[in-house]
């Protein structure tokens, strides 16, 4: 039996998802700019694509540019309002993601900004009242928290830190990557400038995002050599991407409350059948606490072994997919940059197990008892 739980990292497109794109796979393959008959129903589909997206977030289509996914979406966001809006101070954290924490760091290299980080606990919870204070003591900032941790799991309070960066006249852009399809997120009520989508975390096809730029924010684009997405973003539109990411974010809406629960049942189980029977476990971030933490996100402190370092390979070698971290650090020694921000202990073995619609009860308790027998 092959288990699955590193949806984090990227997802199973969803059968409806496939459906929907085989089309613009097979036969409606025109070119979105050209003029003729093929090009137009071409563009009219994605312009359709746009519209729904634009719809479960309770904004207009004209706010909603498609990208290659959300490292572009992130980039473009980032950089653009540096450089569009003069942003001279950045403030963010030290356990962002790499595509905003490196895109960041690369522009306060170049000396173009400054970068200001919010101090985070132990369990890597944002110091709120340390954001303030940098806001106080910065005018005219930009300000970059995710909104949903992809390696602890933690929540970010966004409509809290949106009516600061409000009250203090700073621009807000939110990674949410990780919450995109998993929670609603209303753009009539939510304070932002700048969130973010990627198909793939919400069982849609790879290699297509978006980026929602709010309407009173003019910036310049990231990728240039052409007209599309209204000048924001050179080359030709990656049509079937694009429709199977609004048919998948339409799917994820409609079933949000049925697979959150179904979803939290699992992450639930683990955590009480490890607790139960591995002495010594932790968990990392807080995941407790169901209000702010990811429901489909799991972070797994394990015993001190010297054999922790096997822990992902022997896991592999049961047929169990897991992640010892971002997903953008699996496969190498680089390690997590977050779990060494927190100043975890290193002996312990720490495994993300991430859940999805399709795990079911008995692969937790299977996976729980192969990791009884490695521990």
């Known amino acids: 039996m092959a ?3 590193d949806n984090a990292a990227t997802t199973p497109i969803d059968p409806e998802v496939l459906e929907a794109m085989l089309p613009y796979l097979q036969n409606s393959y025109g070119n979105p700019s050209s003029i003729h008959a093929q090009g ?5 589909a994605i312009e359709v694509a746009r519209k729904t997206i634009a719809g479960l977030l309770n904004t207009s289509p004209s706010e909603i540019f498609f990208t290659s996914g959300g ?3 992130d980039n473009t966001a980032l950089i653009g309002a540096v450089k569009s809006l003069g942003i001279k101070h950045v403030i963010s954290s030290p356990i962002e993601h790499h595509a905003v924490l490196h895109t960041l760091e690369d522009l306060e290299k170049n000396g173009t900004i400054k970068l200001s ?17 940098l806001l106080q003591t910065n005018s005219r900032s930009l300000v970059s928290l995710m909104h949903g941790n992809n390696e602890l799991g933690n929540i970010n309070d966004i409509e809290a830190i949106g009516s600061l960066c409000q009250e203090h006249k700073a621009i ?3 990674d949410t990557v990780q919450t995109m399809g998993h929670y609603p997120h209303d753009l ?5 400038d700048f969130i973010v989508g990627s198909a793939h975390k919400f069982h849609g096809p790879k290699g297509v995002g ?7 924010n003019a910036i310049h684009p990231l990728i240039h050599g052409g007209a599309q997405e209204r000048n924001m973003r050179g080359g030709t539109e990656n049509i079937y991407g694009i429709i199977g990411m609004a048919k998948a974010l339409e799917i994820a809406y409609r079933d949000m409350a049925t697979h959150r629960q179904h979803i939290q049942s699992l992450k639930t189980r683990m955590m ?10 932790a968990f990392n971030g807080d995941p407790t606490d169901d209000a702010n933490s990811l429901y489909h996100v799991l972070n797994v402190s394990l015993p001190e072994s010297d054999n922790n370092d096997m822990l992902l390979f022997n896991l592999d070698i049961h047929k169990i997919s897991a992640s010892g971290g971002s997903a953008c650090s699996s496969g190498t020694d680089i390690g997590s940059h977050v779990l060494k921000h927190l100043q975890v202990n290193p002996r312990r073995g720490h495994v993300r197990f991430s859940f999805s619609k399709y795990n079911t009860a008995a692969e937790i308790d299977y996976v729980v008892e192969k990791l009884i027998g490695l521990v």
């Open 172 to 174: 807000f852009h939110s």
């Open 40 to 44: 137009r129903a071409a563009r009219a």
């Open 3 to 5: 288990i699955y739980l």
């Open 117 to 133: 980080m919010v101090q985070v606990d132990a369990k890597g919870i944002l110091d709120l009242t340390h954001l303030e204070q």
């Open 272 to 281: 009480d059948l490890l607790k139960e029977k591995i002495s010594g476990l």
């Open 71 to 73: 490292t572009e979406a």
């Open 210 to 216: 978006f980026l929602y730029v709010n309407g009173k």
């Open 188 to 192: 009539q009520k939510l304070k932002v």
